[in-house]
């Protein structure tokens, strides 16, 4: 019996991933946890019955306790509660699946209690991979990709030697403003970006993939999880989401990982890594797609896919302050606040005026958290007198 503590359970990815488990028998749900969803929340623990579950609002927390007080179950909440849920005992695996930089110490934690990490949280690699990946080395445990790209590469790795590849293809769909004009892209509204052509998830990732920050993110992602240089990682738009990526050798060998794009699949590897189970759902029908098409992106028009590169290779505190002035920009766009084209504005921005700190530490990573916070702040309030 395989037993599972998900972080961000009433999410996108965590939903999912209670369908899996839902679908089988040798899974067992732990430890549950969310930000503040306590309705699902309830729902979750009377089907799957966990031993502890957090609720990061101590209000809700509290409330919950009362709801489920017939039930046998620990609630906890805020930071220490999350960091708990992470390091429990029973657990063999974490699926970190919260959204944000609020994953970074759980995940820590949860690496060095030797738990192995389905890791979907990717603003946690970007910002302390350096930290994240040599503790996992150390500790002897495996950060298995959930990240539909990151498995496909993950997968397309499998059997083959490291040494011998020369590069990582990326895919990426081009979000639903790939053929917008830049005029156009000014008047986009919240509605129009929270609509993905291919993909059904979490708000803060919708908005991330229409500007290409969240294919920014994953080249990053990409860099800690397989060790490989910037140089190394190129992204080819796929706008059919049906190759989910490649990796070339250096015999000029292309192995890629195809499938409908259903994110249950990477989940349902990373949790089963190396085996694989039956899975329900549309198969491929190549004949009915007719043709898969690649594009170039276009760096000018997605112009926070180019800064992300450039936080890449600057390194040190950089990706943090790219990642943070996103997060905080992206909740500020769905809030109706800014205009879209102010979300790339706000990042370049935070990055232009921001001192590098190399190789920093936990502490120096949250600090720089913050300034990229109060430049976004400061940068608003110039736009709003
Ligand atoms: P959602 O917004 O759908 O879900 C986020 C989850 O995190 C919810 O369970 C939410 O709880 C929880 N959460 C938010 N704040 C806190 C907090 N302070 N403490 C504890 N839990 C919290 O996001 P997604 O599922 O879409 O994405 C999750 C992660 O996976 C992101 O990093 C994303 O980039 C990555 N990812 C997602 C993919 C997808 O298809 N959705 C694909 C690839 C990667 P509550 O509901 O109570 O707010
Ligand atoms: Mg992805």
């Not at 037993?3 to 369908?19: A, D, F, P, R, V």
């Not at 509290?62 to 906890?76: F, G, P, R, W, Y």
């Not at 993110?217 to 706008?239: C, G, K, N």
Request: hydrophobic share 45%; aromatic share 6%; proline share 3%.
């Amino acid at each position: 019996m395989k037993k599972i503590s998900i972080l961000g359970s009433t999410g996108s990815i965590g939903t999912q991933t209670l369908e899996i488990v839902r679908n089988n028998d040798d899974i067992e749900v732990v430890a549950l946890s969310a930000g503040s969803n306590i309705v699902l929340l309830e729902k979750q623990i009377r089907e799957f019955m966990p031993k502890l579950v957090c609720v990061y609002n101590e209000q809700k927390a509290a409330q919950l306790k009362t709801a489920v007080s017939d039930i046998e179950v620990k609630i906890v909440s805020g930071m220490e509660g999350l960091i708990e849920a992470a390091v429990i005992r029973e657990a063999d695996i974490v699926l970190t699946a919260v959204v944000g930089m609020i994953g970074i110490r759980p995940t820590i934690e949860a690496i060095r209690a030797h738990k192995d990490i389905a890791l979907a949280n990717k603003e946690t690699l970007v910002t302390a991979g350096h930290i994240i990946m040599p503790l996992a080395g150390e500790c002897g445990v495996k950060i298995i990709p959930v990240d539909s790209e990151h498995s496909a590469i993950f997968q397309s790795l499998q059997g083959n030697q490291k040494s011998q590849v020369s590069k990582l293809i990326l895919t990426a769909s081009g979000g639903p403003f790939r053929n917008y004009s830049m005029e156009e892209l000014q008047h986009v509204t919240v509605a129009d970006a929270l609509r993905h052509p291919n993909w059904s998830m979490g708000k803060k990732i919708t908005i991330d993939s229409s500007t290409m920050v969240n294919k920014g993110l994953e080249v990053m992602e990409a860099r800690w999880l397989f060790d490989v240089d910037y140089d190394d990682i190129e992204v080819v738009i796929q706008p059919q989401s049906l190759i989910h990526s490649m990796v070339e050798y250096v015999d000029g060998g292309i192995m890629a990982q195809l499938g409908t794009p259903d994110m249950k699949l990477p989940i349902q590897y990373a949790l089963y890594y190396p085996n694989r189970k039956w899975l329900g759902g549309k198969r491929v029908n190549f004949a009915e797609i007719g043709s898969i098409t690649f594009f170039k992106p276009d760096k000018e028009k997605f112009r926070g896919f180019a800064l992300a590169y450039e936080a890449g290779r600057k390194g040190g505190t950089m990706p943090t302050i790219y990642n943070a002035s996103n997060e905080l920009a992206v909740s500020i766009f769905l809030e109706g606040k800014i205009q879209y084209l102010q979300i790339v504005e706000l990042i370049e921005k935070a990055m232009n005026t921001h001192k590098i700190i190399e190789n920093p530490t936990l502490e120096q990573i949250l600090e720089a958290e913050k300034e990229a916070h109060e430049s976004v702040r400061e940068a608003l309030k110039l736009v709003t007198v």
